[in-house]
């Protein structure tokens, strides 16, 4: 078994080296190094392709995207991000599957992703819709611009609303009396690696929100004139950072100073202080749409009948997919189950149909596609399962349609074991038997 993981692994490391573009190519190779400069910083209009060397669809995917590039070129900018090797940039966009494409348009901290199709056609399509979507806003005063900077007077506020201005009033009440865990950075107006750090903190302060749902905060003290909280923190150097958690002591924070850093850093907090997302039985169609919603994937088991298994082997089933949902919190997914036969029309668009419980499937809500667990309904063939998910290894297919398929209201589990149905006894004391009814004829 040693030797053919290793030559798994090796073929892994022999594919991770192969780029898809070069750079004769239209397609400009975007870095955590240039990313900043070359697209946020631009006022161009920005295709960018995660991809990872070794995804079957993106080396299928690098023609069309080259011959795209350069049907764009000089019109709307066509970039590549390897995020197999860059992972703090695809972090940094909540990117879990390969390829991913967003659309870097008039707010570049909030890119849409491309939904449209993979033929260069297609992608040129697509980005000239989001071009003139992008003129439509100019032409009518929107503005576009990162929002993400500090007042341009060189004071202590800051511009991004997702940045928190931390005082010697409020910091107490803020920061060490809450439940969330906090990022706070002490700084002088006056520093160059203070301003050098400003984009990337109020950024990476937008995306944690977001994707931590407000559980983690980032937040700014100017320590020039806030002393009290720069002498009570021992600060000597600018810019410093660290991390607040309720009841414990400050933690210096050790990391890099992109926004993929800080994001990823933020991330690993939330999980490890965040409970398991809840496992939801689905019941209304209004309930399997708030799980879904905002989550990449949904992950839904299609447990055996309760006669069939009884309250202590779905118990078990139910177990197996708490650990998981644990052991996945951070990717931020919704997990649901249902009974079998109680939502025929769900199992038949994921192609169960009757058979094979218990069975799980993962489903992007926005693009309809779906894939299913092959292997052992366990934490091992569950784990292995999402794994290849995670990475972009997983085969999926188109959701019946395309479309959800309808969801019927049913009533929760009562956590017991299942009863048969009670056949009505009927009372013949009254009946008159047919005289001439010959017994024999039994």
């Not at 611009?145 to 910091?171: C, H």
Request: proline fraction near 4%; include cysteine.
């Amino acid at each position: 078994m040693k030797p053919l993981l290793l030559g798994v692994l090796g073929c892994s490391l022999l594919l991770s080296v192969e780029a898809l573009y070069s750079p004769s190519d239209d397609v400009v190779e975007l870095t955590p190094s240039n990313f900043n400069r070359e697209v946020i910083q631009s006022d161009n209009l920005w295709l960018v392709e995660f991809y990872a060397p070794w995804c079957g669809h993106c080396r299928n995917l690098a023609a069309d995207w080259k011959k795209a590039a350069t049907a764009l070129k000089g019109i709307v900018k066509v970039g590549a991000v390897d995020a197999d090797q860059h992972k703090s940039l695809g972090g940094q966009y909540g990117v879990r599957g390969f390829p991913t494409i967003k659309i870097f348009g008039a707010n570049k901290n909030s890119p849409e992703e491309y939904q449209g199709g993979r033929s260069s056609q297609a992608i040129v399509d697509g980005a000239m819709n989001a071009l003139r979507s992008l003129v439509k806003d100019r032409l009518s005063g929107k503005s576009g611009g990162s929002g993400y900077s500090r007042q341009s007077d060189g004071g202590s506020g800051w511009s991004s609303k997702d940045v928190v201005e931390l005082t010697d009033d409020n910091f107490d009440k803020t920061v060490l009396q809450s439940d969330d865990v906090w990022l706070v950075e002490f700084f002088a107006p006056w520093c160059g690696h203070c301003k050098n750090l400003e984009p990337e903190w109020a950024a990476a302060a937008s995306a944690v929100k977001e994707q931590t749902k407000g559980k983690v905060r980032l937040g700014a003290v100017d320590a020039t004139v806030h002393q009290v909280l720069s002498s009570r923190y021992g600060i000597r150097g600018f810019p410093t950072i660290k991390i607040f958690r309720k009841g414990e002591e400050p933690e210096d924070y050790q990391g890099g100073r992109t926004r993929g850093d800080i994001i990823e850093r933020a991330l690993d907090l939330f999980s490890d202080n965040a409970p398991p997302p809840e496992l939801v039985e689905i019941l209304s169609e209004e309930l399997l749409k708030s799980t879904c919603e905002g989550s990449q994937l949904c992950v839904i088991a299609v447990l055996p009948h309760i006669l069939d298994t009884g309250a202590a082997g779905r118990n078990g089933y139910l177990e197996v997919m708490i650990k998981m949902a644990d052991k996945y919190k951070k990717k931020m997914w919704g997990w649901l189950w249902t009974e079998a036969g109680a939502q025929m029309e769900l199992e038949s668009a994921l192609g169960i149909g009757g058979f094979g419980y218990p069975a799980m499937a993962a489903i992007n809500t926005r693009k309809m596609k779906f894939a299913l667990l092959k292997g052992s309904f366990s934490e091992n063939g569950i784990h292995e399962f999402l794994r290849e998910l995670s990475v972009g290894r997983g085969s999926t297919a188109t959701l019946g349609g395309g479309v959800m398929p309808k969801i019927h209201a049913v009533d929760p589990w009562d956590g017991k074991d299942g009863q048969l149905p009670v056949e009505e006894d009927y009372d013949l004391s009254d009946v008159d038997l047919d005289e001439d009814f010959d017994k024999d004829e039994l």
